[in-house]
């Protein structure tokens, strides 16, 4: 079938359903409207009322993942405001970067389950959201703007905090899914979870697997080039006891692993190969008392990375961390969360570097207060980071926020915001080939205010000014001969402050139990448009989702990217790159007593030529169909 004609097929598809759906009134749901109200947990570390936060927090739920069955984490987070992830509409297993407010992948901290995951051995030794499958996480929480303070080095300008399924009955329960799309695609998944008496489990694998297309752009060539396909797999156990009321045993053992094929460069083919993988293994006991509990959080993580091409090597890291806290409600207003967080990195580069050679430790002493008493809630926090290498450094953030009650159905919120950061230099930027122990941690201040409204309990909405500064930024320079030819590089502190500034506008409005609709505008510049390049001015996106049938679901999104400014180093000159929108469609039909969901979804649907990375392919209009059993 010709994209012309899967084209026509879908949108007869949309017509056909719009038709059913205006036919059917008579089968419409009853079901009451589900409110908007919603906790969050990254902005403080527990469960607080998201009106009641003072920091910017979007969160990606367990329905909104469901509607979004085919696509992958990344896809998912690139249409959250304040975030561009660069390689996401490659092919499959392209390499990923991740820019959050401006930032880069080392200014964000990655968290599965409240861990911090990261690679020891990679340039920024952030993780790799290519290991992780999206059908293995129950919802996606991202806070924008930096809160070191709690979280420690690598949360300058943002938390990616995922949250992974988990055992939620009793008996046994389960579910398997099966999808299958463009370019040769399946993905099958499976869990199997339960409760009896004091014990829980769950048990969860994921296999996917794709043909792919080439990675380099064949556009300059006379033959094309040949397909990049990927597979992944994943396997998880998560068990819990609880030896009584007021303490729990729980434990994970997870292994991520994933091989891709890549191109040799910007519109070079070549028959490379890397392979990643990642083992880890936690115990966490907690300890609950009438006013709060203590919690003792162990992480040992392995992870081994493969490059097979004209220039091999391989890199194994490891990372043990320790998080001792406390949690305690002093009286009806005041929360305080406390505690001492240990980690140690070291990585190993085949005949060039052993684990001995490049281990490094952070112990860090943290602490902060949350207050909520008649519509005035005030987070402010302090974290003194110890570390080997370089001297103590005492960060901190303050965050008040307002609820006003304008009416029983009116809401008004006010927030402001002030967080300092302290990232300090990463085993490969002071060890490698290309390292400096010379360098000296980078320093950011974030603030940010801005202002919610919530009306009915229906509609939202959100809207936020920041600024960030960056300090002694870390970053690489070339080295060139007399001639003109690159001799190496090294890493180095600049001289110059780099900054910031943007605004975010998001809304949500439940019209219905059966219609909702949402958008979101963002934009962000730089002072030093040359610290900018691949980063947007401006992103915009909205989203329409119909449940006019019993049991069915239809969503339509459209997402804009901006024009970018990149750096072309074979030419050594500036390139602007277009803005492109995609549209999206997808619909899922529950049967069975809602035992089987079928599902499908054409990505986009218009067949928008675009380039995303420079020199590399993008994927035009795309399909993916599947079905899952719940039991």
């Given at each position: 079938m010709n994209k012309k004609s899967l084209l026509i097929g879908c949108l007869a598809l949309i017509g056909a359903s719009i038709s059913a759906q205006t036919e059917t009134n008579?089968?419409?749901?009853?079901?009451?409207?589900?409110?908007?109200?919603?906790?969050?947990?990254?902005?403080?570390?527990f469960k607080i009322p998201i009106e009641k936060s003072g920091k910017t927090i979007y969160k990606i739920s367990a329905k909104e993942i469901e509607n979004n069955a085919g696509k992958t984490v990344v896809d998912l987070l690139n249409e959250v405001p304040g975030i561009q992830m660069e390689g996401n509409f490659g092919s499959p297993g392209t390499n990923i970067s991740l820019y959050q407010r401006g930032g880069r992948n080392k200014n964000t901290l990655i968290l599965i389950d409240g861990i911090p995951l990261n690679d020891p051995s990679g340039i920024n030794s952030s993780y790799d959201l290519r290991l992780l499958s999206l059908n293995a996480i129950e919802s996606i929480e991202v806070l924008n703007g930096g809160l070191s303070s709690l979280y420690g080095t690598g949360a300058s300008s943002g938390v990616i905090s995922i949250t992974l399924k988990k055992s939620v009955k009793d008996d046994v329960n389960g579910s398997v899914d099966l999808n299958y799309g463009s370019y040769n695609t399946v993905v099958t998944s499976g869990n199997i979870n339960g409760k009896s008496n004091n014990f829980d489990y769950m048990v969860s694998a994921n296999y996917s697997t794709s043909d792919g297309f080439s990675s380099a752009s064949d556009e300059n060539s006379p033959t094309p080039f040949e397909d990049d396909g990927f597979n992944q797999k994943n396997a998880l156990a998560k068990i819990g006891y609880a030896f009584n009321s007021k303490f729990k045993l729980d434990g994970i053992v997870a292994?991520?692993?994933?091989?891709?094929?890549?191109?040799?460069?910007?519109?070079?083919?070549?028959?490379?190969?890397?392979?990643?993988?990642?083992?880890?293994?936690?115990?966490?006991?907690?300890?609950?008392?009438?006013?709060?509990?203590?919690?003792?959080?162990?992480?040992?993580?392995?992870?081994?990375?493969?490059?097979?091409?004209?220039?091999?090597?391989?890199?194994?890291?490891?990372?043990?961390?320790?998080?001792?806290?406390?949690?305690?409600?002093?009286?009806?207003?005041?929360?305080?969360?406390?505690?001492?967080?240990?980690?140690?990195?070291?990585?190993?580069?085949?005949?060039?570097?052993?684990?001995?050679?490049?281990?490094?430790?952070?112990?860090?002493?943290?602490?902060?207060?949350?207050?909520?008493?008649?519509?005035?809630?005030?987070?402010?926090?302090?974290?003194?980071?110890?570390?080997?290498?370089?001297?103590?450094?005492?960060?901190?953030?303050?965050?008040?926020?307002?609820?006003?009650?304008?009416?029983?159905?009116?809401?008004?919120?006010?927030?402001?915001?002030?967080?300092?950061?302290?990232?300090?230099?990463?085993?490969?930027?002071?060890?490698?080939?290309?390292?400096?122990?010379?360098?000296?941690?980078?320093?950011?201040?974030?603030?940010?205010?801005?202002?919610?409204?919530?009306?009915?309990?229906?509609?939202?909405?959100?809207?936020?000014?920041?600024?960030?500064?960056?300090?002694?930024?870390?970053?690489?320079?070339?080295?060139?001969?007399?001639?003109?030819?690159?001799?190496?590089?090294?890493?180095?502190?600049?001289?110059?402050?780099?900054?910031?500034?943007?605004?975010?506008?998001?809304?949500?409005?439940l019209i219905s139990e059966k219609a909702t609709i949402a958008g979101n505008y963002s934009h962000a510049e730089a002072d030093d448009p040359t610290t900018f390049y691949r980063i947007p001015n401006d992103k915009f996106g909205a989203s329409v989702s119909l449940s006019m049938i019993k049991n069915n679901t239809i969503t339509a999104k459209y997402n804009y990217t901006g024009s970018r400014t990149i750096f072309d180093y074979s030419s050594y000159s500036e390139l602007e790159l277009d803005s492109f929108g995609l549209f999206d469609l997808y619909v899922q039909q529950k049967i069975f007593n809602k035992k089987v969901t079928a599902y499908g979804a054409v990505n986009n649907l218009l067949d928008t030529d675009f380039v995303s990375v420079y020199g590399f392919t993008t994927r035009g209009i795309n399909f993916n169909i599947g079905a899952s059993y719940n039991f």
């Open positions: 008579n089968l419409l749901d009853s079901t009451k409207v589900n409110l908007l109200e919603e906790a969050v947990v990254s902005g403080t570390r292994f991520d692993d994933f091989e891709s094929d890549y191109d040799g460069g910007v519109f070079v083919d070549q028959d490379n190969q890397t392979k990643g993988d990642m083992l880890r293994f936690g115990l966490t006991p907690t300890f609950k008392y009438d006013k709060g509990s203590i919690q003792l959080t162990s992480m040992f993580i392995t992870n081994n990375r493969e490059f097979i091409s004209l220039y091999p090597t391989s890199y194994q890291g490891k990372n043990l961390q320790l998080d001792l806290n406390q949690k305690h409600k002093f009286n009806t207003v005041i929360t305080g969360l406390w505690g001492v967080n240990s980690q140690t990195f070291s990585y190993k580069q085949k005949d060039v570097l052993d684990f001995d050679d490049t281990e490094f430790s952070l112990l860090d002493a943290y602490g902060s207060l949350f207050y909520d008493n008649k519509g005035l809630n005030i987070h402010v926090g302090g974290r003194l980071n110890t570390h080997s290498v370089y001297d103590s450094k005492f960060i901190y953030n303050v965050n008040p926020s307002y609820l006003f009650k304008i009416s029983d159905n009116t809401k008004f919120k006010v927030l402001a915001s002030a967080a300092t950061s302290y990232i300090t230099p990463t085993g490969y930027q002071l060890y490698s080939n290309y390292g400096n122990t010379d360098l000296q941690p980078e320093e950011s201040f974030n603030l940010e205010f801005g202002g919610s409204l919530y009306l009915n309990q229906k509609f939202t909405l959100n809207a936020v000014y920041f600024n960030r500064k960056e300090e002694s930024a870390i970053d690489f320079v070339s080295i060139f001969d007399s001639s003109g030819n690159w001799t190496g590089g090294e890493y180095i502190n600049l001289d110059a402050t780099r900054d910031v500034t943007g605004f975010e506008v998001d809304f949500s409005y």
